[in-house]
């Protein structure tokens, strides 16, 4: 269902972090160099490595556009690159000199964060290169940062164990401890999920520390509602600190690697492991999903980068039956219903659910009526919380019944692309679609509703192989 398709050996001390954009792969190592390959067929491009930082590289990161890479070192400095050919744009040096341990742009490509190990954190004009907004955390020091998806606020991770929650402005919304021996890494999930009651947006953010767990926290932040930060739950099989944790591109899939030296991939939607990798045989420091194509890159203190792939098929099967219960909900038994809500926590409606012969079709048919008349559950909160799990349900459903993979069809047109290009935005749509998006409509990202920093079209060349790929098996 993976498999293991190439491994890079070209740096010559552990591996730190590694990042996709729509074309290319960078990686970065304690022996002071970044490297690019093509996602083609895994060459080192020419102009490869990168050098410039006189001491261990610890993070490097992609603009959305993916023509500019970000990279961060102990020698304080943040470097931003021209992706095609290689060349310094700017030197950005940290206000306090401290060692910069974690970079990041925000989905617009307006702004990049840097984070240091005196806990001092920035926020840069990433077309002027100049200082925007600088802050700090009490205690220890920033190794983790993730933008929300909307841009509307990041998170930072602290050696100490605190999330803290920051505004645009660098402002400090919420900060609470969520790892006792201190955080790794984290990510938000690029899919928000509704709440049905009220029409709110939430984002996923899952993080990860030195005590082993990888968290899954729940996050919303409006104008009026204010900030709201909730631990969801905590996904098990590390025996060992967590370094790294990444969603995939459609949030169906959370990666984490561990000094256990091993891979897991899990179901965000069961939370259940999908798969274990243990090809590395040192720490697991780094891990990343490529954008739009079923590729993971894992890195290691072994000096490599292994590039897996999934396969389509077999993935969609894997994450239904993972849980043991049947491929199509519509089929479940009232037996299957019970077994269901057992794993939900809401054991306690077991036996209204067998009273109403409730089965799989009879669930996905309930309303919230039907919930309060038929079968009586009084309480609000709980028939708010059934009927979420009902909507993720209805949504897993339609995933797992639709042929053609989600990555591979247009936003603005739901279907097939034939002609991928990627906007500035960092998201993929059909050619024709977003020149016709651009030119009636204002300069706004049809995804995030964001100004776009730049109207060019990048053709997607490597999402074009993919659906061309996908098209010669099933045509078949």
Not at 157 to 169: N, Y
Not at 210 to 218: A, F, Y
Not at 439 to 447: A, E, G, L, N, V
């Amino acid at each position: 269902m993976v498999k293991l398709i190439h491994t890079l050996a070209d740096h010559g001390d552990d591996v730190n972090c590694c990042a996709f954009s729509f074309s290319l792969l960078a990686t970065c190592s304690l022996d002071k160099t970044v490297r690019l390959y093509s996602l083609s067929d895994f060459t080192e491009l020419p102009h490869s490595p990168l050098k410039f930082h006189t001491y261990a590289v610890h993070c490097c990161c992609f603009s959305p556009s993916g023509h500019i890479l970000a990279s961060c070192s102990t020698d304080g400095t943040t470097v931003l690159w021209n992706t095609e050919n290689g060349q310094t744009l700017a030197v950005m040096e940290q206000p306090s000199g401290s060692p910069v341990r974690v970079c990041q742009f925000s989905p617009d490509s307006t702004c990049l964060a840097s984070g240091a190990a005196d806990g001092t954190v920035v926020l840069w004009n990433a077309q002027s290169y100049k200082l925007y907004r600088c802050g700090s955390v009490k205690d220890g020091s920033l190794v983790a940062c993730a933008f929300s998806p909307n841009g509307s606020f990041f998170v930072t991770g602290s050696s100490c164990g605190d999330l803290t929650v920051w505004d645009d402005k660098m402002r400090c919304l919420h900060s609470e401890k969520a790892h006792d021996l201190g955080i790794t890494c984290c990510d938000f999930s690029s899919q928000p999920v509704s709440d049905g009651e009220q029409g709110l947006q939430f984002f996923r953010l899952a993080s990860c520390g030195q005590d082993c767990q990888v968290k899954i926290w729940v996050v919303s932040f409006t104008r009026i509602f204010g900030f709201e930060l909730k631990y969801k739950s905590m996904l098990s099989g590390h025996c060992a600190p967590v370094l790294a944790c990444a969603f995939s591109h459609d949030g169906q899939m959370l990666v984490s690697g561990s000094v256990d030296k091993s891979v897991i991939v899990y179901d965000t939607n069961t939370e259940n492991i999908l798969h274990t990798l243990t090809q590395h045989t040192r720490y697991v420091t780094t891990c990343a999903f490529a954008p739009h194509t079923l590729l993971l890159a894992t890195g290691s203190m072994d000096k490599t980068v292994n590039i897996w792939q999934f396969d389509l098929e077999t993935l969609c099967q894997a994450r239904s039956t993972e849980d043991h219960l049947k491929q199509f909900t519509e089929d479940w038994s009232e037996e299957d219903v019970s077994t269901w809500l057992c794993a939900q926590g809401l054991k306690d409606l077991v036996g209204i659910f067998k009273m109403n012969n409730i089965d799989g079709k009879e669930l996905l048919n309930l309303t919230k009526e039907s919930l309060a008349a038929d079968l009586q559950i009084e309480s609000l909160g709980l028939r708010s919380k059934v009927l979420r799990k009902i909507e993720e349900l209805r949504t897993r459903v339609k995933s797992l019944s639709s042929e053609i993979p989600d990555e591979f069809i247009c936003p603005i047109t739901r279907e097939l692309m034939k002609d991928p290009v990627i906007a500035s935005d960092g998201y993929s749509y059909e050619k024709e679609a977003m020149e016709n998006w651009i030119s009636t409509k204002k300069r706004t990202s049809p995804m995030t509703n964001l100004v776009l920093p730049s109207v060019v079209l990048t053709p997607n060349r490597t999402l074009k192989m993919a659906i061309d790929r996908w098209l010669e098996l099933h045509q078949k």
